[in-house]
């Protein structure tokens, strides 16, 4: 099996950053694309930023040039680094893993919690 484990999350002062991190038991290359998504209470779950097996990154537009998406040093890890955080930036943060192109399947992590106060 596949499992994605998220940290890094916690509370920050609007302005601030944070860097999260998301380990895989598989490596990385593996997948088609890895994903950062994010969601708050009574609202649907919305991809911040992604990065494919070609290193292409795509963001939503609230966090394009605040955010960046990038996988590191560590084998089998990716990283979301968020910087000048707003308080809309509060959410819980998964990890996404998807395999395949065509028909495809989605892993996810457990989740890390993000608070950004004002």
């Known amino acids: 099996q596949v499992q994605l484990v998220e940290s890094g999350g916690g509370l920050v002062q609007a302005g601030g950053s944070l860097e999260l991190s998301c380990v895989v038991s598989?490596?990385?290359?593996?997948?088609?694309?890895m994903a950062w998504y994010r969601q708050t209470p009574g609202n649907p779950r919305h991809m911040v930023a992604s990065?494919?097996?070609?290193?292409?990154?795509n963001y939503t537009d609230s966090v394009k040039g605040r955010f960046i998406i990038y996988r590191g040093g560590a084998k089998n890890t990716v990283y979301l680094q968020m910087n000048s955080l707003r308080p809309e930036d509060t959410a819980v943060y998964y990890c996404?893993?998807?395999?395949?192109?065509?028909?495809?399947?989605?892993?996810w992590g457990q989740g890390t919690q993000v608070t950004v106060s004002s």
């Open positions: 990065i494919t097996s070609a290193f292409a990154t």
């Open positions: 598989a490596p990385i290359g593996s997948f088609s694309a």
């Open positions: 996404n893993a998807r395999l395949g192109r065509n028909a495809y399947f989605d892993y």
